[in-house]
C-alpha cells in the first residue's frame, strides 16, 4: 500500500509537471522575487500546489521505507530468531554500503527462509531486476534533479515515473515470494498417510503382539 501511494504522488508530482511546471517557472522568474510585484497572487494557488505533492512524494516515501525496514527486519528474525536490527539499519544507511549490501541482505533472508531449491534461478533474476531499477531511479533522479536549471521544476517525466512504478513492482514482488515462503513454512503440513504395505505391517505386528500376550 505504501509503494502504491508513492507511485501515485509521484504520477500526480509528474502530472503537475508537465501540465503547469515549465510555465509556472516562467512566471516566478518575471516576478523577479518580489511577491508584491503585479501578478505575484496569481502564482500562489499552482505554488502551493506545487509544495503539497512535493510533501506528499516525500511522506509516501518515509511511509515506503518505513515500512519496508520493519517488514525486513520481522522476516529476518522469523527466519533466524535472535537475529539483529543494526544489520539492516547500516545496509541502507551507510553511504557507499547501501548502494550493494541490501540486496545481499535480502538473498539471506531467501536463503535463510528455507525456499524450494527450484526457484533459486529465478529468484536471483526478480532480485536483480529490482535492484538494478532502484540504482537507476536514484541516477536518473539525481541527474534530472541536477539539469533541472531555470527551466523546470523537478525535471521528472514520464521516463522517471514508469522507472519508479516498475521499480515499486518489483519491490513488490521480492517481499510477496519471501512472505509466502515464511507463511508456507509456518503452515503445518497434513498428517502423514500411512500405505497399504505400511498398513498391513503394522497390523501384522499388532497380531504379533497379541499372540504373545495371549501366550503369556
Known amino acids: 500500500m505504501t509503494l502504491a501511494a508513492q507511485v501515485v504522488a509521484t504520477a500526480a508530482l509528474v502530472v503537475f509537471e508537465q501540465a503547469r511546471g515549465r510555465r509556472l517557472v516562467q512566471e516566478i522568474s518575471a516576478l523577479g522575487g518580489d511577491p508584491h510585484a503585479p501578478g505575484a497572487q496569481a502564482v500562489v ?3 502551493s500546489v506545487f509544495a503539497i505533492l512535493i510533501m506528499l512524494v516525500t511522506a509516501t516515501t518515509v511511509a515506503a521505507a518505513a515500512a519496508y525496514l520493519t517488514w525486513l527486519i520481522q522476516t529476518r528474525q ?3 530468531p535472535g537475529a539483529q536490527t543494526a ?3 547500516a545496509a541502507w544507511s551507510v553511504p ?11 538473498h539471506r533472508l531467501w536463503w535463510d527462509s528455507r525456499p ?4 533459486h534461478g529465478r ?3 526478480l532480485l536483480a531486476a529490482w535492484w538494478l531499477s532502484w540504482l537507476a531511479v536514484l541516477a536518473l533522479v539525481l541527474v534530472r534533479l541536477t539539469a533541472a536549471g531555470d527551466t523546470d521544476l523537478t525535471g521528472l517525466g514520464p521516463a522517471e515515473l514508469a ?3 516498475l521499480c515499486a513492482l518489483l ?10 515462503i515464511q507463511a508456507a513454512g509456518a503452515r503445518p503440513g497434513p498428517p502423514a498417510r500411512t500405505g497399504p504395505v505400511m498398513a498391513r505391517i503394522l497390523a501384522e505386528q499388532g497380531s504379533a503382539q497379541q499372540v504373545h500376550h495371549a501366550r503369556r
Do not use: E, Y
Not at 524450494?116 to 526457484?119: E, F, G, L, M, S
Not at 519491490?171 to 509466502?180: G, L
Open 45 to 47: 494557488g499552482a505554488v
Open 78 to 80: 522469523n527466519a533466524s
Open 87 to 89: 544489520p539492516v539499519l
Open 96 to 106: 557507499g554500503v547501501n548502494l550493494v549490501a541490501p540486496p545481499v541482505l535480502v
Open 116 to 119: 524450494p531449491a527450484d526457484r
Open 123 to 125: 529468484w536471483v533474476a
Open 163 to 165: 522507472l519508479v512504478a
Open 171 to 180: 519491490c513488490a514482488a521480492t517481499v510477496r515470494q519471501i512472505t509466502r
